[in-house]
């Protein structure tokens, strides 16, 4: 009997528990989109690569933009595919 007793107890309390973390879950939300930076505020951030030098520096005069030099000294460096 006590069996049975706690088990309708925890199924009449789950929808109270579930709905709680739903709302806990929104306002997480709610407050880490209102303080994530817009994608125009991350263009700053996003490198644009080129494969060789050449190319960065003709687009770079063409955008009047800075060249971003990496040079990968590794036995398996590549660029290209991220493996440093």
Known sequence: ML???LC???L???PTVSSAQDRTANRI???YRATRPSSKELAMYRLDWSPSYGEALRRAAAESRPVFLVIIHA???DIASGHC
């Open 3 to 5: 069996r049975y007793l």
């Open 8 to 10: 309708l107890v925890s």
């Open 12 to 14: 009449l309390l789950t």
């Open 29 to 31: 939300l709610t407050k």
């Open 75 to 77: 036995r398996y460096g």
